[in-house]
């Protein structure tokens, strides 16, 4: 798969999934709330492994590119 995030985007979404697992994990209110926990801990997955592999797929179905064309 070719990639298509940019630095910047990728960097975002490792910020976010580290807030998203601190909020699961941590000491946040919805910490214990069972489907938000859940659902947090996925997001943060997928943006942790989209992030690495630099491809989303989500932005291949729309046509999105945020990183320069190569």
């Known amino acids: 798969m070719a990639k298509n995030m940019g630095?910047?985007?990728?960097?975002?979404?490792?910020?976010?999934?580290?807030?998203?697992?601190?909020?699961a994990f941590g000491g946040a209110a919805f910490a214990a709330a069972g489907l938000w926990h859940w659902l947090a801990?996925?997001?943060?997955?997928?943006?942790?492994?989209?992030?690495?592999?630099?491809?989303?797929?989500?932005?291949?179905a729309l046509g999105i590119r945020t990183c320069k064309a190569s």
């Open 7 to 23: 630095n910047v985007d990728r960097i975002v979404r490792l910020v976010v999934a580290a807030v998203l697992l601190y909020a």
């Open 41 to 60: 801990i996925a997001v943060a997955a997928i943006f942790i492994v989209t992030s690495i592999v630099g491809t989303c797929p989500l932005y291949s």
